[in-house]
């Protein structure tokens, strides 16, 4: 059996995860201070929203109705064959 104590040498994400988490982090910083910022949006929305139908073809199926007023079937006590 091995010892629990060199876990960090044999399995190095905890390691490989901060510097590439930490190399992305910066990358992500230097990248937002070094490009301009984008213009705000000057579209012009229309003082309507037009009107989307949707039309199929196809009929879906008939409407499942379960009645619940029936009683319920009793099952015959007897010896199971």
Not at 45 to 53: A, N, T
Request: with cysteine.
């Amino acid at each position: 059996m091995r010892s629990r104590g060199s876990v960090d040498s044999e399995i190095p994400l905890r390691g490989y995860f901060l510097s590439v988490g930490g190399a992305l982090f910066a990358l992500i910083c230097v990248a937002g201070w070094l490009m301009p910022r984008s213009p705000p949006s000057t579209s012009i929305k229309p003082d309507f929203e037009p009107v989307i139908r949707i039309h199929s073809g196809l009929k879906g199926p008939d409407l499942v109705v379960i009645d619940t007023n029936q009683p319920i079937a009793k099952m015959p006590a007897g010896p199971m064959e």
